[in-house]
T-cell receptor, first 113, second 115 residues
Framework: GAVVSQHPSWVICKSGTSVKIECRSL??????MFWYRQFPKQSLMLMAT?????????EQGVEKDKFLINHASLTLSTLTVTSAHPEDSSFYIC?????????FGQGTRLTVV | AQSVTQLDSQVPVFEEAPVELRCNYS??????LFWYVQYPNQGLQLLLK??????LVESINGFEAEFNKSQTSFHLRKPSVHISDTAEYFC?????????????FGTGTRLLVSP
């Protein structure tokens, strides 16, 4: 299947700083990527849909100014957690559609201290 | 809105025993159905999918799932599990009215295989 690479796999940052997570589709072009958040022992919560060349579509309750998404090319989407706080600590996973399937990155464990 | 229900949060089973992980969905329109597996601190891997055609779909590692439209179910089964099958399993649906774009996930079932 197709490969989606997510980087970094884990990051620890200080409260108040910003963290950028990258998601790349390595062997296919993805006009649409998705960002999820997963709490321990819970399911994936869709945060936003990232569209190449246009603004991301955020799910209800997700703060656009805190979770900045950029999809500048057909193979790269980035999620920036701005002014991170401990409650933003979570496992973030990206996904790219190679229709009809969805392929997932390895996930990023974010810990804000 | 569509939803996916995985009634069992955890399923303990002995090695070489059969297992069934249940998944029910709610949607009045055409759906695509998926099962994903997640190992600790990793992303999701596609296990199998139903798009159309035969209602019984199989994976390369012995899992199978059957699409039952009347019962709106897509249960995952394996006749004999291995220790290495221990993982979290997610059922997901994408529906026609979103252009099959969005995936909605169930809450997951943790399969625990013991010797």
């Amino acid at each position: 299947g197709a490969v989606v690479s997510q980087h970094p796999s884990w990051v620890i940052c200080k409260s108040g700083t910003s963290v950028k997570i990258e998601c790349r589709s390595l062997d296919f072009q993805a006009t649409t990527m998705f960002w999820y958040r997963q709490f321990p022992k819970q399911s994936l919560m869709l945060m936003a849909t990232s569209n190449e060349g246009s603004k991301a579509t955020y799910e209800q309750g997700v703060e656009k100014d805190k979770f900045l998404i950029n999809h500048a090319s057909l193979t790269l989407s980035t999620l920036t957690v701005t002014s991170a706080h401990p409650e933003d600590s979570s496992f973030y996973i990206c996904s790219a559609r190679d229709f009809p399937e969805a392929f997932f990155g390895q996930g990023t464990r974010l810990t804000v201290v | 809105a569509q939803s996916v229900t995985q009634l069992d949060s955890q399923v303990p089973v002995f090695e070489e025993a059969p297992v069934e992980l249940r998944c029910n969905y709610s949607s009045s329109v055409s759906v695509y159905l998926f099962w994903y597996v997640q190992y600790p601190n990793q992303g999701l891997q596609l296990l199998l999918k139903y798009l159309s055609g035969s209602t019984l779909v199989e994976s390369i590692n012995g899992f199978e799932a059957e699409f039952n439209k009347s019962q709106t179910s897509f249960h995952l089964r394996k006749p004999s599990v291995h220790i290495s099958d221990t993982a979290e399993y997610f059922c997901a649906v994408s529906v026609l009215n979103t252009g099959f774009q969005k995936l909605v996930f169930g809450t997951g079932t943790r399969l625990l295989v013991s010797p």
